[in-house]
């Protein structure tokens, strides 16, 4: 998957970006095209291993990336 990844950013016009993030508990990877976003990459981790990679690029489930939402106790 990395392979792919860095492949197809090389062949992107503009400048690509990561910054590591979480995406409802587990790990992921905001990706920027020329400081915007593009999409996340989100890795489904179970039992220590991954077991799933998703790369989100609908700008409607991208809207709240950059925000944190709190927690509250009910």
């Known amino acids: 998957m990395v392979r792919f ?3 197809a950013a090389g062949k992107t016009e503009g400048t ?3 910054d590591p993030t ?9 990706v920027r ?5 593009d999409g996340v990459i989100a890795i ?6 991954i077991t799933g990679l998703y790369y989100v690029r609908n700008p ?12 509250t106790l009910r």
Not at 33 to 37: C, K, P, R, Y
Not at 60 to 71: G, H, I, N, Q
């Open 5 to 7: 990844i860095v492949g």
């Open 16 to 18: 690509v970006t990561s």
């Open 22 to 30: 979480v995406v409802n508990g587990n790990p992921a990877l905001v």
């Open 33 to 37: 095209l020329d400081g915007e976003i």
């Open 44 to 49: 489904r981790v179970e039992d220590a291993r």
């Open 60 to 71: 409607e489930k991208l809207a709240r990336v950059e925000s944190e939402t709190p927690l």
